[in-house]
Structures are given as C-alpha cells and as structure tokens.
C-alpha cells in the first residue's frame, strides 16, 4: 500500500514546496504583483473572478472537446483510407504533415474568414492541431496487424469490412489511444491560440480571450488565473482519454496491465 | 472410434513450383498425393520450405507453377490453419476466439457459441472459455489455437510445426490430443514438424524433404499401431521409425 500512498503525496508535497518558495521570494525581493504574483494573490483573484473564469472555460472547454471529437473521427477516417493502399498512403500522407507543421497563428484568420468567428472557427483550429497524431499513430496501428490473423481472415473468406471492425480496428486500439492522448492537450492549445484570432465573438469569453484581456489591464494575477484554468482544462481532457484507454485495454494490452 | 463425422479430402499436388519475388525457390517442381482420411507429416531442415508448401495448399501464396486440387469436400472444401504460434487474438475472450471462423463465416451467435464450446471441450479447454488469451500458458493458448482450427470441422488440417515452442512435456501431450481428435474425426491432417519423434508417433506416413528447394527425398509409411500411447516412443519399433527417418534426413541435407 505505502508505494501507491506515494504516488499521491509524492507530488503533493512537491507543489506545496514549490508554491511556498514562489510566495516567499515574490513577498521577500518584493516583486510587483503585475509582474509575478504571488499563489495567495492568484488564489484570491480566481476566487473574485470564479465566475467569469468558469464560463470562460466552458467556453473553451466546448471548443476543444469538439475540436478534439473531429480530431478522433476524422483522424481516424484519414487513417483508415490512407492504410487501404500504398499508393494512397504514398500519395497523401506527406500532406497530412504539413497539417502538423503550418503555424495555426498565421492561418487562423483565413479560418475567421471562412467559418466566421466564434466556435466553429475555434474549434477548426484545435481540429487542426490536433488531428496529426491521431492520423500518424493510427495509421502505425492498422499497419501493424499480426500478418498471421490477417492470412487467417483471408483463409475464412472475411469481407472487407469483416477485416476492419474484426481485425485492423481492435488491434489498432492501443495505437490510436495513444494519438488521442497527445492530441487532448493540442486540442486546448489549438483552442487558446484560436481564441486570440478568432474567440471574438457574441456570447461568454473564452480562457483565451480572458488571458488576452488580463494582460492588456496588467492584471497578472487574473492571467494566471485563466492558464491555470487552462491547463486544468488540458489535463481534464487528458484523464478523460487516459480513462477510456483503462477501460478499453485494461484486459489485454500490456500497457494497462498491473501499474 | 467410429464416430468419424467427415471423411477429409485428398489433396493432389500437381508440378508445384514457387519461386520468391526475391529470386529465392522455395518449392521445387513437386508432385505428391495425400488420401483423404490420412495424417501425413512433413519432415525436413528448417527453412526448407515444407512451410511454404503448406501456405501453397492452404491458397495463402499462389504456386509460380503448376495446381493444387482437392479430391472431395465440395465446391469449396474446408480448410484450418494453425500456425507456430497461438496468434490469439488478444482482446477477444477465449470462447470468441475460438468462435472467430464460424463469426467470419456468418453463423448465428448461438450456434457458434455452442460449437465454440465443444471445440474448447475437445482439447480440454472448456473451463477456460471466458478469459482473456494473456491469462493463459503458452500451451492453454496453442490449445485455443487448436479448438479455433477445429470449430469448423474442417476437412484438411494443416499445422504448421504447432508445438515446436512449447515445453517437451506440453509438446506430448498436445501430441496425445491431436491424434486422438484425428482417430475420433478422421480429417486429412498435414502436420510440419523438424523433430523426427514427433513425426514418427503422430503420422501414418512421412515425406522427408531437403534443404531448400524441397524436394520430396523420401516417403516412408511408419508401420506402427493406430492406438499410440506415450509407452511406444522407447520400443524398438518406434526408434526404428525414427532411425530411419533420420538416415534419410541426412542423406537429403548432404545431397
């Protein structure tokens, strides 16, 4: 029992340490609160400001979690098409790494251009971010079918279909989990960033748009506020995925299996 | 032991060449017939190319040149392959594995439920139907791969050196099973193997072959009772068997 106590007091004790260091210097070299505030003050200004920051992150917690869903689907459609030939794959998949490589910052106004402001704008962006690692390790998943239960399907005359629901998908599972999981956090990121271009819009301001506007009033300690918001969203989307991949592989794939 | 449910098939294998894209000939122009109803195991060095003349009859690679025909068994006779390895499928319970070619060919899930059970009760393997392939030993899982072979009941077996990883004891007693299953359903089974013993007490008759290209250097019909129980691997007969085998083993690696 002791290791797993650990685990959760282990980084408990280290963040305390940490926080009560940052108060100490910020209090001790007097630093000034637009510059570094201290937790106490960021505590206080989250608290103040709980429900604008709330709102905030559904806000852009909706945002990602639809961009992070076409990210999924999606990934794995370009995937699943992309692994029905070589040629196809030879043909396209050098395009799907440019999704990977294009600044979202420079082309994220084209997407205010063409899908309006707002969410649909916003979460094409996290789309964008975020899909790359879900169509590459998906891809490595249906390639790396057991060649042997592939002869077997061929054996027993197993339809085209038959061979992807029964065979390519569920051997692709621990693969395209783990594209999920990194795509989650780009998913936010792709969020916030689509948030500084293209969040300017009718209704509740996202976590973006309140780090930008914290910023422009020197209020460092609303803007930490907001990016812890943020990365709490992130690290909610994360355990979510996390937890799908438990239950889906907990009972066979190594890597579920007695941690 | 009359209780034979299919006859098996013969298999005719007319001028059977297969040369890689690679340049490599694996199968040298090969003439063989198997009687239906037989257990016929191929004997040879490793990588001579006996498992790809298996691969040829199963239709899993096609022959550069010549045919594979079948002597029975319909328009399209049925056919099981197992491989060196389990290759379970691991998210899938023991019973659905087992139940995998019936699923592929369409049958209903109680239908294949039952038959899946039956196939898990023949090699002894009924208790184990609801867990998953990585909770078992490495024989329990080449059991499974003997029960999802056999849920179809088909008529030609093919084996490709089953048991070759598996401990002696496990290997023996999986031995032991395969034949009585062959007595009791009396398919045409094709057995790969490069250990002698094991040829000379599952087989009723061996083709020895040479080093790659095989060629067929010796086809021997072992001469030893139908019922066979562990007890015959140290009579005379049998290390006889196995002798001779050997000789000609040898004989084919040198020529």
Not at chain 2, 31 to 49: K, Q
Not at chain 2, 114 to 135: C, I, K, N, T
């Amino acid at each position: 029992m002791r290791p797993s106590v650990e685990r959760v007091t282990a980084p408990l004790g280290a963040l305390v340490l940490f926080l009560a260091i940052w108060e100490g210097l910020t209090r001790a070299l007097d630093v000034p609160l637009y510059l570094v505030p201290p937790p106490s003050a960021v505590l206080s200004a989250g608290w103040a400001e709980a429900s604008t920051l709330l709102v905030g992150a559904l806000t852009t917690g909706r945002a990602a979690l639809v961009g992070f869903a076409l990210s999924a689907v999606l990934g794995v459609l370009a995937a699943i098409v992309l692994a029905s030939s070589r040629l196809l794959e030879r043909a396209l998949y050098p395009y799907t790494v440019f999704l990977q490589t294009v600044p979202i910052v420079a082309i994220a106004p084209l997407l205010v251009l063409w899908f309006g402001p707002g969410l649909r704008a916003v979460a094409v962006s996290a789309f964008i971010v975020s899909v790359f690692p879900v169509i590459a390790n998906a891809l490595a998943g249906l390639r790396s079918v057991d060649p042997a239960l592939r002869d077997l399907f061929r054996l027993y005359g197993a339809s085209r279909t038959a061979t992807l629901w029964k065979l390519e998908l569920p051997s692709a599972v621990p693969e395209i989990v783990t594209g999920l999981r990194v795509a989650s956090g780009l998913a936010v990121i792709g969020t916030i960033v689509g948030e500084f271009v293209a969040g300017f819009a009718e209704g509740a301001p996202g976590l973006g748009i309140l780090v930008l506007s914290s910023y422009r009033q020197l209020r460092t300690d609303v803007l930490f506020a907001a990016v812890l918001a943020a990365a709490g969203l992130g690290l909610s989307l994360f355990a979510a995925v996390n937890l799908l991949g438990t239950i889906l592989l907990r009972r066979w794939h190594a890597s579920e299996l007695q941690r | 032991m009359q209780e034979t449910t299919r006859a098996g098939i013969g298999v005719i294998v007319r001028g059977v060449r297969r040369v890689f894209p690679t340049g490599v000939e694996a199968v040298a122009r090969l003439d063989l017939t198997v009687e239906a109803g037989s257990f016929v195991a191929f004997v040879g060095p490793s990588g001579c190319g006996k498992s790809t003349l298996l691969r040829l009859i199963a239709d899993l690679d096609r022959p550069t040149e010549g045919s594979i025909a079948f002597e029975g068994g319909g328009a399209r006779p049925s056919i099981a392959f197992v491989f060196q390895d389990p290759h379970l499928m691991p998210w899938r319970r023991v019973l659905e594995n087992a139940a995998l070619p019936l699923e592929l060919a369409g049958v209903g899930e109680r239908e294949r439920t039952e038959r899946a059970l039956v196939a898990l009760a023949e090699v002894g393997l009924a208790d184990a139907a609801a867990r998953f392939p990585r909770e078992l030993s490495g024989g329990m899982r080449m059991r499974v791969s003997l029960a999802r072979a056999l849920v179809t009941e088909p008529d030609l077996l093919l084996l490709d050196e089953p048991f070759a990883a598996l401990d002696e004891l496990t290997r023996r007693r999986l031995d032991d099973q395969l034949r009585a299953l062959w007595l009791k359903r009396g398919m045409t089974v094709l057995f790969v193997t490069h250990t002698l013993s094991e040829a000379a007490y599952l087989a009723e008759r061996a083709i020895v072959f040479s080093k790659r290209p095989a060629r067929i250097v010796a086809d021997r019909t072992i001469t030893l009772p139908r019922e066979r129980a562990a007890s015959i691997r140290s009579t005379a007969e049998f290390l006889a068997e196995e002798h001779a085998l050997y000789e000609v083993l040898v004989q084919g690696e040198g020529g």
